[in-house]
């Protein structure tokens, strides 16, 4: 929700608007997250996983989507959520145990909001286990936003550029995130807001 919002008025207009994260999930040591969960190492088609109904692993990025939606002054009409897995055809070892061959090495989940008839906004999470699995899905090591508009555009923002790990690296950006928001949160009149400016949310005493 960050970028899209703070990129906003630079737009006359925006036709599209697509937020893909982009991880590698290798070095992330948590077996229940990785395997019970979002279902690596399972069978593509085994229904037992936490997060094989496309509406429960999409339905995590229902609040960002509404925030941007409010944030541009659109109404959202409904959600589409959706899942896809590729499988691996060797058996290799992650951090967080043993992935078999025909099992899933790669998922693409997504959420889209549509707004006037069509999926306006959109957010994928694109992740693999092996950098060998799904080389025809995007690629890279953090986030890419979209924009069809005008004007167009593309912005990519990396993660770990100096060779930290990318999980640790992402899971520290979004707990500090909420950390950052403690005080300003804090600070509010009591009530439910149905839109937090969250660019507005600084890093305060982190230089």
């Given at each position: 929700?960050?970028?899209?919002?703070?990129?906003?008025?630079?737009?006359?207009?925006?036709?599209?608007?697509?937020?893909?994260?982009?991880?590698?999930?290798?070095?992330?040591?948590?077996?229940?997250?990785?395997?019970?969960?979002?279902?690596?190492?399972?069978?593509?088609?085994?229904?037992?996983?936490?997060?094989?109904?496309?509406?429960?692993?999409?339905?995590?990025?229902?609040?960002?989507?509404?925030?941007?939606?409010?944030?541009?002054?659109?109404?959202?009409?409904?959600?589409?959520?959706?899942?896809?897995?590729?499988?691996?055809?060797?058996?290799?070892?992650?951090?967080?145990?043993?992935?078999?061959?025909?099992?899933?090495?790669?998922?693409?989940?997504?959420?889209?909001?549509?707004?006037?008839?069509?999926?306006?906004?959109?957010?994928?999470?694109?992740?693999?286990?092996?950098?060998?699995?799904?080389?025809?899905?995007?690629?890279?090591?953090?986030?890419?936003?979209?924009?069809?508009?005008?004007?167009?555009?593309?912005?990519?923002?990396?993660?770990?550029?100096?060779?930290?790990?990318e999980n640790d690296q992402g899971c520290l950006g979004t707990a500090m995130h909420a950390v950052h928001a403690v005080v300003p949160v804090c600070q509010?009149?009591?009530?439910?807001?149905?839109?937090?400016?969250?660019?507005?949310?600084?890093g305060r005493h982190a230089l």
């Amino acid at each position: 929700e960050v970028l899209p919002l703070t990129m906003s008025g630079i737009f006359r207009y925006v036709d599209s608007l697509l937020v893909q994260e982009l991880l590698d999930y290798s070095t992330y040591d948590n077996a229940h997250i990785l395997f019970d969960w979002m279902g690596f190492g399972r069978a593509p088609d085994d229904e037992s996983v936490i997060g094989a109904d496309p509406a429960v692993m999409g339905g995590v990025f229902r609040a960002p989507l509404m925030l941007v939606a409010d944030g541009l002054g659109a109404t959202i009409d409904d959600f589409v959520f959706g899942r896809e897995v590729r499988v691996t055809d060797e058996a290799f070892d992650i951090a967080a145990g043993r992935i078999e061959a025909g099992t899933v090495a790669a998922m693409r989940f997504s959420a889209a909001a549509v707004i006037a008839g069509r999926r306006a906004l959109s957010v994928e999470h694109i992740t693999r286990v092996s950098p060998r699995a799904a080389p025809d899905w995007p690629t890279g090591r953090g986030w890419r936003v979209s924009v069809e508009g005008l004007p167009s555009m593309v912005i990519e923002a990396k993660i770990a550029v100096n060779g930290e790990d990318e999980n640790d690296q992402g899971c520290l950006g979004t707990a500090m995130h909420a950390v950052h928001a403690v005080v300003p949160v804090c600070q509010a009149e009591p009530g439910i807001k149905t839109f937090l400016d969250l660019p507005t949310i600084l890093g305060r005493h982190a230089l």
